[in-house]
């Protein structure tokens, strides 16, 4: 890790006419010397497949009826609410 000497005088007046700093401060910088892109994912194959689709799209519908039916009389928007909540906390 190296540093570099900033002079605080140097940045033009007008962005800060009404301070006067004449100390200079230690930046840090980070250097790279060697750069191994990884993979965006661990998966092999695109997730989900596109087999599978269908077959989502039903067991979540039939998931937000479930919880419609069994605790909120039927209404669907207030049970994917509380699917949508119960999933964002896990």
């Known amino acids: ?13 007008s962005l800060h006419s009404s301070i006067d700093l004449a100390e200079t401060f230690d930046v840090p910088t980070f250097h790279v010397v060697f750069l191994l892109s990884l993979p965006t994912t661990i998966i092999p ?5 596109a087999s599978l689709i269908p077959t989502i799209k039903t067991l979540r519908g039939e998931l937000i009826q479930w919880v419609a039916d ?14 949508l909540s119960v999933f964002s906390r896990v």
């Open 70 to 83: 069994e605790a909120l009389a039927g209404d669907t928007i207030a049970a994917e609410w509380i699917i």
């Open 45 to 49: 194959r695109k997730y989900p497949s």
């Open 1 to 13: 890790m190296s540093s570099v000497r900033v002079s605080l005088t140097e940045i033009p007046r």
